[in-house]
């Protein structure tokens, strides 16, 4: 008790804060949880712009990832989140960049093959990539894809519950459905019925309703890469009609130069920049 001093500090007149938390749907998680969720989604906009570079594991080698140490790593540091496969990040990311991860937990087929038998990796390697979730594709109306995709989802949730790593559905479109509100409104219902604390899924006309129903954050995928203009438009389109952010790839490391699309995506995700704005950052920024 040496150099003890008696406790008198207890802010008798002070309330205790017991704030909502930024990310929609995650009240009731974890403190582990919460806390993953507050590396990817910023907890001053509640947003996120996660930059994707998984498309390897299904295509090969893709255009602008054929050296993701030359391509995707300048472009990190722009980044909330990272999202690829363990392979990828080990081999090609730097360990010190600190960015939280969203990791790719899912394989098993390419684009040579007609139906998924999709695996899991195993959660302990997700623990040991640090990563900040899991992402975990989910195939809707089709067939054995749809039965061996929400098998993988459900144990992805199941065994990030146990370890406090969340897990971000990935809404894929089957060969019969059309993309449209009424399908991803559906798929994305169902990640977050199975217990997917994040979705993935497309924009879409209609998207205000497939966000609406959706209980956790949906973030986008670009798609196809389209004129800088048109991506920073419906960036904007999204996050106006519900979305929390984005999971973009190819209209990022495609465009013509990438690390002033990422910084114009981010502009407009996270500083309410108009896509007229963003875009003209983005030239400013590629001179
Ligand atoms: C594929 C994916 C991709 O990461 C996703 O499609 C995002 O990339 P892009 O913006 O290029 O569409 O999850 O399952």
Redesign the pocket.
Known sequence: MDGFREANNFGLNQKVENAQFHVKGANNLSWGMKDRLSRIFNPKTGRAVML????GF?MGPTSGLERIDLSIVPLVKYADCL?GTRGMIQTCIPANVNKPVCL?SDAGSTILTDLNRNVLIDIEDAIRMNASAM?V?FSAGDGDREAITAANLVKAVDMGNRYGIPVMG?T?VGKQMARDARYFALASRVCAENGANIV?TYYCEGFEKVAAACPVPIVI????KLPEKEALELCYNAVNDGAAG???????FQSECPAAMIQAVYSVIHEGLTPDQAYEKFQDLSK
């Open positions: 994707a570079f998984d498309h299904i999202m790719r992402a594709m990935v894929a993935k995928a670009g798609g196809k984005v999971d973009m790839g190819r209209n990022v």
